[in-house]
């Protein structure tokens, strides 16, 4: 065994202590990160953000079911981390990931696929309440590109690619890709991605409104820990009640949503962060925010 340290991405950031084992099994440890031992993905924290970095880079960190479980872990370890706010997923500058682990797939039958509710694990993402930010580079690919959509907020490298190329596979997409793309992008241009197979570009994701913010291919990840922080220094059940009502507004009517945004709203009446928000901005002073 040996130790190395990763040098923090960002300012105020913490160090991340490796212990790499006999059979290359990276342990990683900071304080207030988590303290497992994973083999496809890297755990550090920055500040109130934990960083999850997908590590496959040989297979273009492919999304193999292994891989998914342990982003599933870290995800709830950081959901239920006080010290977490935030939560960003990254890969590379090659591959965000570039879809699922074909190889895993390929000799799968129906009934296997059907009783095991094969990908059904993908669906734990949208349980997690602190806000997540994809920071995309490279290829966004089949279920790379639908982990990103699964994220709350996406920041792309000026070079990332994103697709959904399932049908040229005989297939199509499986963890949300029909469902959240028309939503973000609209019918007619979902269904020309999705039927063709055809990639798109970060600057078009952007200009369809998939993409929150296209930057400079080194600057996506530090960005996206900054946005966090940015989160992170305001009042979380606000936030946490604000992401819950926006992703309601896809599954409620109009009439619905806004009942639901109202009843949220009220809730939040009984907070001291609510009473100290409003007496700090009529005293122009900064809120002190307890989370309470």
Request: hydrophobic share 40%; aromatic share 8%.
């Amino acid at each position: 065994m040996f130790t190395s340290l990763i040098r923090p991405l960002s300012r105020g950031s913490q160090i991340t202590k490796v212990l790499v084992t006999s059979n290359n099994v990276a342990k990683f440890s900071t304080s207030g990160a988590l303290q497992k031992d994973y083999q496809d993905i890297l755990t550090e924290s920055h500040g109130k953000v934990g960083l999850i970095t997908l590590n496959r880079p040989k297979a273009l960190n492919a999304l193999s079911s292994h891989l998914f479980h342990e982003v599933n872990n870290a995800l709830e370890k950081f959901d239920d981390d006080t010290n977490i706010s935030a939560i960003v997923i990254t890969g590379n500058e090659r591959a965000f990931a570039a879809g699922a682990d074909i190889k895993e797939m390929m000799e799968k039958s129906f009934a296997e696929v059907y009783k095991t509710s094969f990908l059904g694990h993908w669906g734990k993402i949208n349980d997690i309440r602190k806000p997540i930010i994809a920071a995309v580079n490279g290829f966004a690919l089949g279920g790379g590109c639908e982990l990103a959509m699964s994220c709350d907020i996406i920041y792309a490298g000026e070079k990332a690619v994103f697709g959904q190329p399932e049908i040229k596979l005989g297939v199509i997409p499986g963890a949300g890709g029909t469902q959240r793309l028309v939503r973000a992008v609209g019918k007619s241009k979902a269904m020309e991605i999705i039927l063709s197979g055809r990639n798109f570009s970060a600057q078009e994701a952007e200009r369809w409104g998939l993409v929150s913010k296209v930057l400079p291919v080194d600057k996506v990840l530090d960005e996206a820990i900054r946005l966090g922080q940015e989160i992170a220094g305001l009042s979380q059940p606000s936030i946490q009640a604000a992401k819950e009502s926006i992703n309601r507004a896809f599954e409620l009517s109009l009439r619905e949503g806004c009942h639901f945004e109202r009843k949220l709203f009220y809730s939040l009446f009984a907070l001291k962060d609510k009473k100290e928000g409003m007496e700090a901005f009529v005293k122009k002073r900064e809120p002190k925010w307890t989370d309470e």
